[in-house]
């Protein structure tokens, strides 16, 4: 949490299953943005109310469900794995908007070579980022931004823009 600005007050953590939901919607209410991480089996509600859901394991399908774009997280150095070819396979039959960013690009300069294996799942252009040090990461925003509505009302939370993130961090 430390490395994306949050404190620890920030973040609400060990909480059963039933109070998550309960605790996504107080935190919305008081005008907060709520990420919420889960597994999408017990926690399914709170993943689907929450402004951001990030699903890790089973959940994947759920947060695919909620969102209005997903960004797919896949790593350089694992390549395209069986698991990214799945999840791809999911994201393509809902035909919801997906940026496909491809994680742990660390050096700048010349493309690793490995990068253009990405475009074999079939979402489109992959961008190179490196979460750990920022590189990236703005235009994988501005890719998400292209699929946002123009007049999202901030007031109204049925307009409430829901972005899902799978994959490795």
């Known amino acids: 949490a430390r490395r994306v600005g ?9 909480v ?22 889960g597994d999408g089996i017990n926690d399914a509600p709170a993943l689907t109310r929450a402004d951001i859901g990030i699903a890790i394991g ?8 909620a969102a209005d774009v997903v960004v797919l997280v896949t790593e350089i150095g694992t390549g395209v ?16 908007p997906v940026v496909l960013a491809v994680n742990k690009m660390d050096s700048t300069g010349a493309v690793d070579p490995d990068f253009y294996e990405f475009y074999n799942l079939g979402l489109g252009d992959p961008i190179a ?3 750990i040090h920022g590189l990236g ?22 307009d409430v823009i829901k972005v899902a993130v799978i994959g490795k961090p």
């Open 6 to 14: 949050l404190s620890s007050e920030q973040v609400i953590a060990d």
């Open 16 to 37: 059963l299953p039933a109070d998550k939901e309960r605790h996504v919607r107080e935190l919305q209410d008081a005008g907060g943005k709520v990420a919420m991480v």
């Open 58 to 65: 089973a959940g994947t399908d759920v947060a695919i469900d």
């Open 81 to 96: 794995t069986a698991a990214d070819q799945e999840v791809a396979n999911m994201l393509l039959r809902s035909k919801k």
């Open 129 to 131: 980022i490196s979460a």
């Open 137 to 158: 990461v703005d235009e994988m925003l501005d890719a998400c931004f292209e699929y946002f509505p123009d007049d999202v009302e901030e007031e109204e939370q049925e």
